[in-house]
């Protein structure tokens, strides 16, 4: 999957790696040190290495290596000095070694060993939850979105573990120590590892007439699934309305949400990006064609709607062309760019935002539904609070953060939402049919 095309976009559904927006880039090469006959080259050349810099990290690399109370390999004090590089830009910048690189493409597929959880690591090392994925070991065993994971078997997250002793074969256990907003102390949860393969899209009628699309995750096949899935429910009558599921869906391949969105819409803009480089400036319009006929739309939304997510739910409601409904989504609203090593390592880093049709960027800020949704909150079931971009630890700030008043949003379970969504569109429907 790693191939040198400017959007040959990836995407990870966790359980070993990060999700995000990907782009795959050439292979980097070692910026040139000093290697001018102008001896201050090096310095005032700026996408050269400054020479004082190196200096100062060989010395304290010197002084690890002859002081430190044990020996330290070269390779782990290496491997530390590079992680460090990316830890303090943003959340979703990270250093892939040869093993995570080849389970970040596996996982490309929709189907890996593991439980199935989006996860993000936190300076801590902690692991916070995106977004368990449907039908997987981890939504099985009651993991939310928000929930974040202090021990794995027992034993604190170690600064190089990650995500990777989340994996393993089917059927052994791992058992996760997690902290939940609202309970009183961490607790246990014993999850059995098992073959994840995602069903990205599924569908059912909700009354006759109204169709329900649930779109899990955003991978290769999930643009021609979705398709399918249209064509099912138009074979049982004619649809006059579909509500789009989208909650806890932490994103993905960004060209599948483009592609859904393309199916829906006959012109428009659907998303751009921008950043400092030309690689990293995109923009995706629709081409003629709805498979819906106009028939109305409502895209159901939380806060564990993510990146892709949050892409899809913004061009339709931009276009006119769909109802939001729900919670405000996660905010994560920034691609990453995968850059391949020449020795078979990669570092993903952020390079560039994504803008809706209408210019507004959904870093930090998410998309705000049109009818916002309360979650029902039980004794034995809390509420989830500040689960959002905006709240992670040195996240890459929007462009419009602290202009006004932020919530973050909710995270909405069970069936009730999507009563409240079909209860919209039917009222999209009647103003259809009384315009015309």
Partial sequence: MRRVLPLALLFALAGGSLHAQEQAAPPVEPPAVGSSDDPD??????????????????????AVKDAYVEPVEDRKLMQSAIRGLLLDLDPHSTYFDKEDAAAFDEQSTG?????????????????????????????????????????IDGKPIGKTDGMEPLRGKPGTKVVLTLVRDGTLKPFDVTVVRDVIRIASVRSRLLEPGYGYIRISAFQTDTAADFQKKVAELQGKGKLRGLVIDLRSNPGGLLLAAVQVADDLLDKGNIVSTRGRI???????????????DGAPVVVLVDA?????????????????????????????????????????DSVKLTTARYYT???????????????????????????????????????????????D???????????????????????????TVSSR
Avoid at 280 to 291: E, I, Q, V
Wanted: charged share 25%; glycine share 10%.
């Fill in 41 to 62: 080259a090096a310095e005032t050349a700026p996408s050269n290495v400054p020479l004082d810099e190196i200096r100062r990290y060989v010395a304290v690399y010197n």
């Fill in 111 to 151: 189907a890996y060993e593991g439980i199935g959880v989006d996860l993000l690591q936190q300076p801590d090392n902690t692991l916070l939850v995106v977004s368990p994925i449907d039908d997987t070991p981890a939504a099985k065993a009651g993991i939310k979105a928000g929930d974040l994971i202090v021990a």
């Fill in 278 to 292: 030309a690689m990293s400036d995109s923009r995706f319009d629709a081409t003629p064609g709805d498979l819906l």
């Fill in 304 to 344: 564990g709607s993510a990146s892709a997510s949050e892409v899809l739910a913004g061009a339709l409601r931009d276009n006119n062309r769909a109802r939001v409904v729900g919670s405000r989504t996660f905010g994560k609203g920034s691609v990453q760019t995968v850059l391949p090593l020449d020795n078979g």
């Fill in 357 to 403: 049709p209408s210019g507004k960027s959904i870093q930090a800020r998410g998309i705000v539904p049109d009818v916002d949704l309360k979650p029902e909150t039980k004794d034995s079931e809390p509420e989830i609070l500040d689960f959002s971009e905006a709240t992670l630890p040195g996240h890459l700030r929007g462009d419009d953060e602290g202009k």
């Fill in 405 to 431: 008043g932020y919530t973050p949003g909710d995270v909405l379970d069970g069936e009730k939402p999507i009563a409240a969504a079909l209860a919209e569109l039917k009222k999209s429907t009647a103003k």
